[in-house]
T-cell receptor, first 114, second 114 residues
Framework: AQSVTQLGSHVSVSEGALVLLRCNYS??????LFWYVQYPNQGLQLLLK??????LVKGINGFEAEFKKSETSFHLTKPSAHMSDAAEYFC????????????FGAGTILRVKS | KAGVTQTPRYLIKTRGQQVTLSCSPI?????VSWYQQTPGQGLQFLFE???????NKGNFPGRFSGRQFSNSRSEMNVSTLELGDSALYLC?????????????FGPGTRLTVL
C-alpha cells in the first residue's frame, strides 16, 4: 500500500512570502499525484495534479508543484502568500486496480500572517 | 454545471442507530467515491462505485455499506452507530476511473454520534 508523508502539520508564513509545503510519497511506479485544499467547513478543492509529462505542474491560485521521481517528492509552492491562502492542504496519491482510491497525507495547515 | 451535492449537511444520531447519507455526482460522472475524515485518522477511503458496482473498498467494518443507482447517485449507510463514527463524510465523483481523472469533492456531511 502506498503512503504519503507531509512534513509539518502547521506552516506559518508572512503575507507576500514564499509558501512551501512538503510532500513525499512511497511508490515503486510513477504515481498520479494531487494537491487539494480544504477551507473550514468545506469539502476538498483540487489545486493541481500530476499524471504524466511535464514534471512542473501549475495549478489554480498561483500554486505549482514539481514531481521529482528521484526524491519521491511532490512539494507545493507559491511565490507570494495571500491571506486567502490560509487553509489546510492535502497531498494525495492514487492507487488501486483502477487508480480509484486516493491515499492522503495527514494535511498541513497553512497560516498566513499579516 | 452543478457540483457534487451531499445531503444532509449535518446530522446528529445516537449510538446504535443507523444513518443514510446521499451523494449526487456532477452530471455525466459515473464514478463515486466516499471518504471519512476525522481529526485522528485523517482522510480515509471507504469505497468506490462505478456503474452501480462497487469496485474498491477500504478497510472499514461491514457496518459501512453503500450503493449506487442507475443515475449514478450514491448512498452510504452506517448501521449500529458508534461514537467513533463521528466524522465528516465526503463524497467525490469523476468521469470514469478516477485513476488520473480528477475527483471532485462535495461539501461533506458532518455526522455527530452521541
Amino acid at each position: 500500500a502506498q503512503s504519503v508523508t507531509q512534513l509539518g502539520s502547521h506552516v506559518s508564513v508572512s503575507e507576500g512570502a514564499l509558501v512551501l509545503l512538503r510532500c513525499n510519497y512511497s511508490s515503486s511506479v510513477p504515481p498520479y499525484l494531487f494537491w487539494y485544499v480544504q477551507y473550514p467547513n468545506q469539502g476538498l478543492q483540487l489545486l493541481l495534479k500530476y499524471t504524466t509529462g511535464a514534471t512542473l505542474v501549475k495549478g489554480i491560485n498561483g500554486f505549482e508543484a514539481e514531481f521529482k521521481k528521484s526524491e519521491t517528492s511532490f512539494h507545493l509552492t507559491k511565490p507570494s502568500a495571500h491571506m486567502s491562502d490560509a487553509a489546510e492542504y492535502f497531498c494525495a496519491v492514487s492507487e488501486g486496480e483502477y487508480g480509484n482510491k486516493l491515499v492522503f497525507g495527514a494535511g498541513t495547515i497553512l497560516r498566513v500572517k499579516s | 454545471k452543478a457540483g457534487v451535492t451531499q445531503t444532509p449537511r449535518y446530522l446528529i444520531k445516537t449510538r446504535g442507530q443507523q444513518v443514510t447519507l446521499s451523494c449526487s455526482p456532477i452530471s455525466g460522472h459515473r464514478s463515486v467515491s466516499w471518504y471519512q475524515q476525522t481529526p485522528g485518522q485523517g482522510l480515509q477511503f471507504l469505497f468506490e462505485y462505478f456503474s452501480e458496482t462497487q469496485r474498491n473498498k477500504g478497510n472499514f467494518p461491514g457496518r459501512f455499506s453503500g450503493r449506487q443507482f442507475s443515475n449514478s447517485r450514491s448512498e452510504m449507510n452506517v448501521s449500529t452507530l458508534e461514537l467513533g463514527d463521528s466524522a465528516l463524510y465526503l463524497c467525490a465523483s469523476s468521469w470514469t476511473s478516477p485513476g488520473g481523472d480528477t475527483q471532485y469533492f462535495g461539501p461533506g456531511t458532518r455526522l455527530t454520534v452521541l
